[in-house]
């Protein structure tokens, strides 16, 4: 079964008026349950919208959206997915364990059953030390993790992610794909993954989406074959540096006129 | 823990010595220049004034305390209401905000002089009320202010979350709130000791410390007038200093959270 199953889906804001924004046009896509995507794009194509879109934040102006076998609204409301973004949003007036209950207190969940899942998850994030720390306590890239852990509390089958390394350095950058991509592959969550930087998409994908502005719409699918499990080796691998140029090509085809504008070629 | 008293020695040691050497140099220059007492006091002999009448400082400024009090709690209370109300409908935030803004404009103190006609000549109500006026103008804009500018990620995430409006004002609004309340008092105490005073030159009991300073002076008693300013003084101050230590108490993480909110 798709995870995700997106059909003729066009997003327009402002409809109607002299300054209506055609954000996305006629967009298809079908993600398989367990993989991970990456949306790549220059500014203003559009990638963020269609996150948006599958996480039932925004609704779609026209088209199909079915995300686990329900609307994208159903699975909103059954948690079915878990988020985060670039700012990783955590609650400062709450502890890094509270952030990681916030979700299933949502649902409900008693006190014992919350205080048990966020120490699972601050385990698996390898910040069980932190649990009854403040957000401002911790360093840029510890805050991500717990935002990730918090997005991953509800064992969600679906991650999806808005540039969320967007904002760290380069060598924690690189070490948190590195932990993602464990995590991901110890439990089978299917991702969609927003960013900017070629290097990082081909790195975690199975398929990278590349994507054009004005309006928004997938350019070209780009499969990314690298053999087997992915570690710090693979960056060094010639498959990956296939997958880059591959990429790297797709982008070029994307309107010269500002060609690759707000693309990290790193 | 050591750290901890160091740097408190650190942050008081320097305004401290700095006090006592002002009031050694005031002492010194009405000693040296010789200065007459209806110019200008010496430390020394208010302070003389104020253990004499400590009884009549702590009597005036009981009542001056309560009447900032009682407004402190009505205007805070009246402002936190409002806040919400006008949080939740955006309609009557156009409405009344420019109202607020035009009322604030008015030379504040004018309205004692009219609340004073309205209730009988003893009464304590037109001087709470004017600090409820004071105090509630700050307490609604701030927290009115922290109501809404919460960060769009908090409230992407709750709706992520299937979260419900009463939701996101329990989990979001509310608790991003309580450090714009905590301003918002810490502002207002000394501003409703201030409002209680002043509010006492319009007429009224001759009961507190407002009114006690000025007939003090009037009478020449220059340094019983002194007496009760620092009795005023000593009045603002635990003001302050009790919102500035409800503040720690009420927000985790406390000071430190607001000087490395940048990152």
């Known amino acids: 079964m798709s995870a995700v199953e997106i059909t003729n889906i066009s997003k327009a804001f402002n409809l109607g008026s002299s300054n209506q924004v055609d954000a996305l046009t006629d967009i298809n896509l079908s993600i398989a349950s367990g993989e991970f995507v990456s949306l790549i794009g220059p500014s203003g194509c559009g990638k963020s919208t269609l996150l948006r879109l599958i996480a039932n934040l925004i609704e779609p102006t026209s088209g199909n959206l079915v995300v686990n076998g329900k609307s994208a609204k159903q699975a909103r409301l059954d948690q079915d997915y878990g988020m985060a973004f670039q700012q990783s949003g955590l609650f400062e007036w709450r502890t890094v364990a509270k952030n990681i209950e916030l979700p299933l207190e949502l649902k409900g969940w008693d006190k014992a059953k919350r205080q048990e899942r966020a120490l699972e998850m601050l385990e698996l994030v ?44 380069e060598m924690t950058r690189e070490h948190m794909q590195s932990e993602l991509l464990s995590i991901c592959r110890a439990s089978g969550t299917t991702v969609v993954f927003v960013t900017h930087s070629i290097p990082e998409a081909v790195y975690l994908s199975n398929r990278v989406v590349v994507m054009s502005p004005r309006p928004g719409r997938v350019t070209e699918i780009v499969d990314v074959s690298i053999e087997g499990e992915r570690n710090d080796a693979t960056r060094d691998n010639a498959a990956f540096f296939k997958g880059i140029t591959a990429v790297r090509e797709a982008l070029r085809g994307v309107e010269m006129s500002d060609h690759v504008r707000g693309i990290e070629d790193r | 823990m050591s750290s901890r008293s160091s740097s408190v020695v650190r942050s008081v040691l320097p305004p401290a010595f ?53 407004g402190l709690l009505l205007g805070a209370i009246f402002g936190m209401a409002m806040s919400f109300v006008l949080s939740r409908f ?80 329990r989990k979001v609004r509310i608790p991003n709130a309580v450090p714009y309340l905590f301003t918002a008092l810490k502002i207002s105490a000394p501003a409703s000791v201030i409002t209680a005073f002043v509010s006492e030159y319009f007429g009224g009991s001759q009961n507190g410390l407002g009114s006690r300073i000025t007939s003090n002076i009037a009478n020449s008693k220059n340094a019983v007038a002194w007496a009760y300013v620092l009795g005023a003084c000593l009045l603002g101050l635990t003001f302050y200093v009790i919102s500035s230590l409800l503040e720690g108490v009420a927000t985790p993480g406390g000071r430190a959270k607001r000087t490395r909110e940048g990152r």
């Not at chain 2, 009448?53 to 009090?69: E, H, I, R, T, Y």
């Not at chain 2, 809404?148 to 979350?161: A, G, I, R």
């Open chain 2, 90 to 169: 955006k309609f009557l935030n156009n409405l009344i905000t420019p109202l607020a803004i035009a009322l604030n404009a008015i030379p504040i103190f004018v309205l004692v002089a009219v609340l004073n006609n309205m209730f009988a000549i003893t009464s304590e109500v037109p001087r709470r009320v004017m600090v409820t006026l004071v105090v509630y103008f700050i307490v609604l804009v701030n927290v009115a202010k922290g109501l809404t500018q919460v960060s769009p990620t908090h409230v992407e995430l709750m709706k992520s979350y299937a979260a419900s409006d009463t939701e996101i004002l």
């Open chain 1, 126 to 169: 390898k910040l069980s030390d932190f649990a009854n720390h403040y957000p401002w306590q911790l360093s840029g890239g510890m805050q991500q993790r717990v935002a990730i852990a918090r997005a991953l509390a509800v064992h969600p089958s679906l991650l999806l992610m808005d540039e969320p390394f967007g904002a760290l350095d």
């Open chain 2, 18 to 70: 700095f006090g006592v050497a002002f009031v050694a140099v005031w002492e010194l220059v009405v000693k040296g220049f010789n200065l007459k007492p209806y110019f200008l006091a010496p430390p020394s002999k208010i302070w003389q004034k104020f253990t004499e009448n400590f009884d009549l400082v702590w009597g005036a400024a009981k009542v001056s305390g309560a009447n900032a009090l009682i």
